[in-house]
């Protein structure tokens, strides 16, 4: 079973992800902050992380950052799910090292194909 880690500070958004993600039989754990982000990965060590972009205190690219720089968490690949949707976000989001980009309102079989393409990595 996928371990997966939704972050988001919208409850509405960490629902809807949520349901995409058990739906194909994967675990879900979530998060609605960057340094919380930060703590349940360091913990949990899930097999890929959903990361919002937007978000009080920490952004998701600062958290994406602090991930890829920490020796327990730096494998684990990031999927950027963010409502900006424009291609400096999208470039940016690849520097900060996430493994794909995807915009809200998301589209459920888009989403489903980055995490498993982040899986088989």
Same mark, same amino acid.
């Given at each position: 079973? /996928?371990?997966? @880690?939704? /972050?988001?500070?919208?409850? $509405?958004?960490?629902?809807?992800?949520?349901?995409? $993600?058990?739906?194909? %039989? +994967?675990?879900?754990?979530?998060?609605?902050?960057?340094?919380?982000?930060?703590?349940?990965?360091?913990?949990?060590?899930?097999? /890929? #992380? @959903?990361?919002?972009?937007?978000?009080? %205190?920490?952004?998701?690219?600062?958290?994406?950052?602090? @991930? *890829?720089? =920490?020796?327990?968490? +730096? =494998?684990?690949? /990031?999927?950027? $799910?963010? *409502?900006?949707?424009?291609?400096?976000?999208?470039?940016?989001?690849?520097?900060?090292?996430?493994?794909?980009?995807?915009?809200?309102?998301?589209? !459920?079989?888009?989403?489903? !194909? !980055?995490?498993?393409?982040? #899986?088989?990595?």
């Amino acid at each position: 079973m /996928v371990k997966v @880690l939704i /972050v988001d500070d919208s409850p $509405v958004h960490i629902f809807m992800l949520k349901k995409m $993600v058990e739906e194909l %039989g +994967h675990e879900t754990l979530t998060a609605e902050s960057g340094d919380q982000a930060l703590k349940i990965a360091r913990e949990e060590q899930p097999n /890929v #992380i @959903l990361m919002d972009v937007v978000m009080p %205190g920490m952004s998701g690219f600062q958290a994406t950052r602090k @991930l *890829s720089k =920490d020796q327990s968490t +730096h =494998d684990i690949p /990031v999927i950027f $799910v963010s *409502s900006r949707d424009g291609e400096a976000d999208r470039i940016w989001g690849m520097r900060q090292g996430a493994i794909a980009y995807v915009t809200k309102p998301v589209n !459920a079989e888009t989403l489903l !194909a !980055a995490i498993s393409d982040a #899986i088989a990595v």
